[in-house]
């Protein structure tokens, strides 16, 4: 009998005892349950069914699926055929879907397997049939570069049109005043272009580089005769300290100087994190609004210029406790780059501390930031009466909120004296807390600039 069947009748057996046992007072149904291997919860299911049915199907063999495979079997006699001419599973494969009865090499194994063949033994490349195969392209290496006449494919074809920018900018000079490392075969100036290069062509990360490691149109643009590897980008970007890429920012500031690139207005000021997943242990981590959660992260600084919406300043190199001091870094770096302050910054409250905020009053820098709504902030703004609050119209006819009610008042904060402003029917829930030190602005021209760095 076969040993399916017989796990049948065990079955059948164990149903029928159960059952009964309920019945004529034998075994408990816990103690069947048990005996059986069923839960007791199971056990008492399987009663109610075989109770309820008035035509029971506990002692008919169930229906299993397909006993065999009709692709496997069907190709059996060609499998073992090709094997005889010493073709591998993979070629196997191949020659089968070229026939139009693909199969994967892991079932082409398993028939061989089945039909008692052992496994070929290794081969070299060249004693394999010809296939198309990794191509090993050439290494990096200026001295190789040709502009000799020719004509190629390129998927960056975009990238020439940045080449009148490029040459503006003048990039031997940057990586010079940066002091850059680089090599005989790739110079500083040329790894700076590849990295330029990949930011431009929007490839977010260095090993998708290897996708157009072929691609002489982006290596012409950097003007190597191959775009550099992932592992030389990976190797190059550790050995980029942050105190040259502040170098590099101030040289590229002192070329773009007379573009009216950066009015030097006013700043957008923020933090952002950027999520890390890999497995390095010293990543702290950051709460990441995309992800609404804290995760390991990299935290960065950035600063914006108001008008160009541009970014002039960036810093990756903070940790917990340093966010506070960041604003005065990106000041000493203007005024160091620029030779003078700036005159105005706009940033929400995660950015610095009260006592900062008075530092850049007395630096007569004028700001705005949004205040965080403390429960007796709240509590304060709904006890105000209605006749306290004033309507105002924003100048941005775009905007659905056009009309916010506001309140000002003087408050004093680290031994300094602010404006606050409170405002609602911006379109959110909750009302919206101005901090300044600008006292002659009006209250729509300072809802107009944070919304702008919103």
């Known amino acids: 009998m076969p040993q399916v069947f017989r796990r049948t009748q065990e079955s059948q057996a164990a149903h ?65 055929s090709l094997r005889k001419q010493n073709h591998s599973v993979y070629e196997i494969s191949e020659l089968l879907k070229e026939q139009q009865c693909p199969l994967s090499p892991t079932a082409i194994r398993e028939v061989l397997k089945g039909e008692g063949f052992a496994p070929l033994p290794r081969r070299l490349d060249e004693e394999r049939p010809d296939y198309p195969r990794p191509t090993i392209e050439a290494v990096a290496d200026v001295r190789d570069f040709s502009l000799q006449a020719r004509s190629f494919t390129t998927r960056c074809g975009g990238l020439f049109l940045f080449i009148p920018d490029l040459v503006r900018l003048n990039t031997a000079k940057l990586a010079s005043a940066a002091k850059l490392p680089g090599s005989q075969m790739i110079p500083a100036e040329h790894a700076l272009r590849s990295a330029l290069a990949l930011k431009l062509w929007s490839i977010e990360r260095k090993s ?37 890429t502040t170098q590099l920012l101030a040289a590229w500031h002192e070329q773009v100087s007379g573009s009216h690139l ?139 909120y056009r009309f916010p009610r506001v309140y000002e008042q003087k408050i004093n904060l680290a031994g300094c004296e602010f404006r606050q402003v409170f405002i609602q029917d911006l379109g959110h829930d909750e009302p919206t807390v101005l901090l300044t030190n600008q006292e002659r602005t009006s209250a729509k021209q300072l809802i107009t600039a944070m919304r702008r760095e919103c």
């Open 16 to 80: 029928l005892r159960g059952s009964s046992g309920l019945f004529c007072g034998r075994p408990p149904p816990k103690q069947v349950a048990r005996d059986f291997g069923y839960t007791v919860g199971s056990f008492h299911v399987l009663c109610h069914h075989f109770r309820r049915d008035p035509d029971p199907i506990f002692f008919v063999a169930p229906h299993h699926g397909p006993q065999s495979q009709p692709k496997k079997s069907a190709a059996r006699d060609a499998i073992i």
């Open 208 to 244: 998708h580089v290897m996708s157009l490691a072929a691609d002489e149109g982006l290596a012409l643009f950097t003007g190597l005769n191959a775009i550099p590897k992932k592992s030389y980008l990976s190797e190059y970007s550790s050995r980029v300290t942050p105190a040259r």
């Open 262 to 400: 950066f009015s030097g207005e006013s700043f957008n000021l923020d933090f952002h994190s950027v999520p890390y997943y890999g497995d390095t242990p010293v990543i702290e981590r950051h709460y990441v609004s995309m992800r609404s959660r804290r995760q390991p992260s990299v935290l960065v600084f950035l600063a914006q210029d108001a008008d160009g919406r541009a970014f002039c300043y960036s810093n990756a190199d903070l940790r917990k406790g340093e966010e506070a001091e960041e604003i005065f870094r990106f000041i000493s770096f203007w005024k160091k780059t620029h030779g003078k302050l700036p005159r105005h910054l706009v940033f929400d409250s995660r950015l610095t501390t009260y006592a900062h905020l008075a530092r850049l009053d007395k630096m007569g820098i004028d700001f705005i930031t949004l205040r965080r709504r403390s429960p007796n902030l709240l509590k304060e703004i709904v006890n105000l009466p209605r006749s306290a609050w004033r309507v105002v119209e924003l100048d941005v006819p775009t905007r659905k």
